[in-house]
């Protein structure tokens, strides 16, 4: 420590007496803010180690908080996105379907024009076969099923020509095994 040496004088200890009690108030004001200081460190130093955890703690909590909003965003916009996708794919397939319509109306077209029977004229000339191999099995009157429009067109002339064509040769058989 610091020691003080007096020098000897009048006006000298005049002030000295005066700057006395102030000077020891300032001391000990001093001498407070220091200890109170060494407290506010040793209090730090024990109470620091909770107040460390307890930050950890919260850091933890609020970590596990805005990782569950961040996987509740991608599930939404992961099922926005399958919802598009999927409403694309039912776009596309109904485009794709009336693409196939459409195909498939201008094939018949180009078909018929060039004369080539459809599956309905198929099935009409069928029915009618089937019709007249009844009536010529059990010899009763032919009573067909009326053809549809697309099949008269293409159909009736051929089934006309076929069936009149064995009426006409039955007969000259008939003659020459006579």
């Known amino acids: 420590m610091v020691t003080k040496t007096h020098k000897s004088g009048a006006s000298k200890a005049g002030t000295s007496a005066a700057a006395s009690p102030l000077s020891g108030a300032i001391k000990d004001s001093a001498q407070q803010i220091w200890l109170a200081g060494l407290g506010a460190f040793s209090k730090a130093q024990a109470e ?6 307890t930050l950890v703690k919260e850091g933890l909590s609020i970590q596990r908080k805005t990782q ?11 099922s926005r996105m399958s919802n598009m996708a999927s409403d694309i794919g039912s776009k596309a397939a109904g ?12 094939v018949a077209k180009a078909l018929n024009k060039l004369g080539v029977p459809s599956a309905r004229d198929i ?3 069928i029915e009618r076969i089937d019709a007249l191999s009844a009536a010529v099995a059990g010899g009763k009157p032919v009573k067909a099923a009326a053809p549809r429009k697309a099949a008269a067109k293409t159909v009736a002339k051929p089934a006309a020509k076929a069936a009149a064509k064995p009426a006409r040769k039955a007969p000259a058989r008939a003659k020459k095994a006579v």
């Not at 485009?95 to 201008?106: G, M, S, Y």
């Open 48 to 53: 620091g180690g909770k107040a460390f955890e």
């Open 68 to 78: 569950a909003v961040a996987e509740e965003r991608i599930n939404e916009a992961t």
């Open 95 to 106: 485009q794709w379907d009336k693409l196939e319509n459409i195909f498939e109306d201008r």
């Open 123 to 125: 099935d009409a000339l």
